[in-house]
């Protein structure tokens, strides 16, 4: 019912609620309603931080470099090899609102269409941390390239990245070693 009226209208909504803490134990520590969490916790999604899915890193990258382009009118419509590895490297504490804002830096820096690594903020180039470290891949670069792959999950772009080449680089032993 509107206030101020005496009939009731029907409506149809849906509620999205995210947190970044576990709701149950707030209630137990009396920080959270636990008639609100009953209400709320019907449809569960669980959705990992940023750097358990690296993988969706380069997809994301595309997408806000996309709205950095509406919102800026700069033309920068790619990330280079180096400053992606960067990219996949850190650990992202602030997930993708991190990630937004640390492309948001970089488009304002970048001087031309690709973001470069020194376009990257300080921050990023400080504390990033190999993803792959050297000792973890196999010494046989076939054997590097498909253990690149599947922890990229198939994305070349980013296997590409954790390797440290380009993606045409990729590409081409990709063809040298039969590796579909």
Same mark, same amino acid.
């Given at each position: ?14 509620i ?16 959270? $309603?636990?008639?609100?969490l009953?209400?709320?916790?019907v &449809? ?6 940023l ?8 997809l ?5 470099l996309?709205? +950095? $382009?509406?919102? !800026?009118g700069?033309?920068v ?7 992606? +590895?960067?990219?996949?490297?850190? #650990? ?5 609102? #991190? ?12 001087? &031309?269409?690709?973001v #470069? ?29 498909v ?6 999950g &198939? ?5 590409a ?7 045409? !680089?990729?590409? $081409?032993?990709?063809? +040298?070693?039969?590796?579909?």
């Open positions: 019912m509107r206030i101020g009226e005496t009939q009731p209208r029907p409506v149809d909504v849906r999205v609620v995210a947190a970044n803490r576990d709701l149950a134990t707030e209630v137990e520590a009396g920080r959270f $309603r636990a008639d609100l009953y209400r709320i916790r &449809g569960r999604i669980h959705l990992p931080p750097r358990e899915r690296r993988v969706d890193l380069p994301l990258v595309r997408h806000i996309s709205e +950095q $382009r509406a919102i !800026t700069r033309h419509e790619a990330v280079n090899d180096e400053a992606m +590895q960067a990219l996949l490297a850190y #650990e992202w504490p602030g997930n993708v609102r #991190e990630l937004k804002n640390t492309l948001g830096y970089a488009v304002i820096h970048c001087a &031309g269409t690709a #470069e690594l020194e376009d990257l903020p300080p921050e990023v180039l400080e504390h990033a941390t190999p993803v792959i470290p050297p000792g973890d891949l196999p010494d046989d670069e076939r054997e590097r390239i253990a690149a792959l599947e922890r990229a &198939g994305e070349r772009k980013a296997a990245a954790l390797l440290g080449i380009s993606r045409a !680089t990729l590409y $081409r032993r990709m063809a +040298q070693y039969g590796i579909e």
